[in-house]
């Protein structure tokens, strides 16, 4: 799969994904499959959640989402919850770029 890396000193923080051919529940189950990931949640329906996020999850102890900027893109951002640009998720890109 096509990723699109986004960069900030030298670090990987977030990439994003097309999402075409890609169900959340199949991003859910790669998430899981990774080391140091935990606590996956995909959005559910109708859910109090805001539409734009998708699924949430913790890589190493960091919170992360998977966004859908205005609910109606055909690009998945998938980074951190907060502006925060530290950690590298070059294992979690690399485990999309190999489908």
Same mark, same amino acid.
């Given at each position: /799969? ?12 977030? *990439?994003? $994904?097309?999402?075409? *051919? $890609? /169900? +959340?529940? @199949?991003? &859910? ?5 990774? !080391?140091?990931?935990?606590?996956? @949640?995909?959005?559910? /329906? ?5 539409? !734009?996020? @998708?699924?949430? *999850?913790?890589?190493? &102890?960091?919170?992360? $989402? ?5 609910? !109606?893109?055909? /690009?998945?951002?998938? &980074?951190?919850?907060?502006? =925060?640009?530290? %950690? !590298?998720?070059?294992?979690? %890109?690399? =485990?999309?770029?190999? +489908?």
């Amino acid at each position: /799969m096509k990723t699109y890396p986004l960069i900030h000193n030298n670090k990987l923080f977030a *990439f994003e $994904i097309d999402n075409t *051919f $890609i /169900m +959340l529940s @199949k991003i &859910g189950n790669i998430l899981r499959e990774i !080391d140091n990931v935990s606590d996956v @949640k995909v959005r559910k /329906m109708f859910s109090n959640e805001p539409a !734009d996020v @998708k699924i949430k *999850f913790k890589y190493n &102890g960091t919170n992360y $989402i998977v966004l859908e900027e205005y609910d !109606d893109s055909s /690009m998945y951002w998938i &980074g951190p919850d907060s502006k =925060k640009k530290e %950690e !590298d998720i070059s294992l979690i %890109e690399e =485990k999309f770029s190999c +489908l």
